[in-house]
């Protein structure tokens, strides 16, 4: 009895990890939570999209990121931003911890290419703890 209370709790709490979702399926993230990088740049440029995870876990705060240590846009669970970005190396950051969840910071670099467009996604696992990574969705 004891092994099947055990199994439908790990399922339970499986269920209640995030989940990737397309960037076409994900809400826009509202103008009033978009900081940076919105207009097309008269120069060379590509584009970064970012699309936060669904799921509940983390749902209670918005994820913050930073482009090159500035804030850039608040992203709420299952929203999507596109940024117009300078070819180059850049940093991006996202910080957890607006709202009711701690705070926790994940860094990675993103080489943007001229005319190429990038995907990144944001998820959390169980124990809070957030990543920042390239993705196909």
């Known amino acids: 009895m004891k ?13 209640c990890a995030t989940s990737p979702i397309p960037a076409e399926q994900a809400d826009h993230v509202p103008d ?8 097309t740049p008269t120069g060379p440029y590509g ?31 299952g929203e999507t931003a596109s940024f117009f970005l300078s070819p180059g190396e850049h940093v991006l950051g996202v910080i957890t911890g607006v709202g009711l969840c701690p705070e926790r910071l994940k860094e990675t670099a993103a080489t943007i290419i001229e005319g190429e467009a ?13 990543d920042l990574s390239r993705t196909a969705f």
């Open 32 to 39: 009033e939570r978009l900081m940076l990088h919105q207009e």
């Open 118 to 130: 990038k995907r990144y996604r944001i998820s959390l696992d169980l124990n809070g703890s957030i």
């Open 3 to 15: 092994g099947w209370l055990t199994l439908a709790a790990a399922a339970l709490l499986a269920g």
């Open 47 to 77: 584009t970064l999209t970012v699309t936060r995870d669904t799921g509940i876990t983390g749902s209670a705060c918005n994820a913050r990121l930073s482009i090159d240590g500035e804030l850039a846009a608040e992203i709420a669970v």
